[in-house]
Structure formats: C-alpha cells, structure tokens
C-alpha cells in the first residue's frame, strides 16, 4: 500500500487531512502528525512512529511536509531511516491542499517520477495572485 503522510508545526498536517476527508473520502491510507506547541522534537519523534504503525516495509510512503527543514520534517525522515523505511519513501516540503489532494488521488495511478511532477506543477499552478477591480463610484453594484 502506498501511504499519504502529512507533517507539520501545529495541527495544520491535521486540519488538511479534514480537508482531504472532505474531498476525497475518508481514507486509512492517509495519515497526519502535528508536532503540538510546546512539544519537543524527541516527542514528535514518537508520535510519528506511533502514527505510522500500521505501515510495513513492503509499504511506500509519500512524506508532505509544511516546511523543508522544519522539525517536523527531519525528524520524520530520521524516524523512517531508522526503521528502514527511507528507501521506499518520496519526500515534498511545502504542502498546501491541491499537492496533498494531487497526491492522495494520482498516488496509485503514476510512476515516481511523473507523481513527484504531477503533484508539485500542482501545487505551483495553485499559487496565484486573485486581483479583484473595484467599481468606479459611478457603477451600479
């Protein structure tokens, strides 16, 4: 089975994984750790590896992560080394919603290479300034 597993500073791995909830379905193969306020990275680290119980090592894991080089992240990464599990995991920092939804639905469906594409053009494509005009004082609104 190929995992979804979300990292980040505070509930925002968490809270995306509601969103992804709500979008793609309930999903077991999608999994969320936050590293809590106040917390430590040693902590984190065992509240990774209790999040990711259920992943074997003939499992892939596709780590998102909010911040390249946050605790979260090398703190995950060091957890799955140690466990063996580095080798058949593909690692994205930055998560927003459209990288994470990209990756839940096309994670089966494309080769390494053409997913890491896929979901990272998404994520990019996803970014974009929304200019509003605003009526002259004469326009009817």
């Not at 925002?12 to 992804?20: D, P, V």
């Not at 379905?25 to 990275?41: F, M, S």
């Not at 063996?84 to 927003?96: E, Q």
């Not at 997913?115 to 004469?138: G, I, N, R």
Request: proline fraction near 3%; charge should be negative; glycine fraction near 8%.
């Amino acid at each position: 089975m190929k995992y979804v597993v979300l990292v980040s500073h505070g509930d925002f791995a968490t809270g995306l994984k509601t969103s992804l909830d709500m979008l793609a379905g309930k999903r077991d193969d999608v999994i969320a750790v936050g590293l809590p306020d106040g917390k430590t990275a040693d902590e984190f680290a065992l509240m990774f590896k209790e999040g990711i119980q259920a992943v074997t090592g003939d499992d892939e894991i596709i780590l998102l992560a909010d911040i390249v080089g946050g605790s979260p992240l090398t703190t995950s990464l060091n957890v799955l080394a140690d466990a063996g599990k580095l080798a058949n995991t593909i690692t994205i920092g930055g998560m927003n919603l459209p990288l994470a939804l990209t990756a839940v639905l096309m994670k089966d469906s494309l080769d390494k290479e053409t997913f890491t594409a896929t979901v990272v053009s998404e994520a990019k494509e996803a970014l974009q300034e929304f200019k509003l005009e605003q009526p002259e004082e004469d326009d009817e609104i």
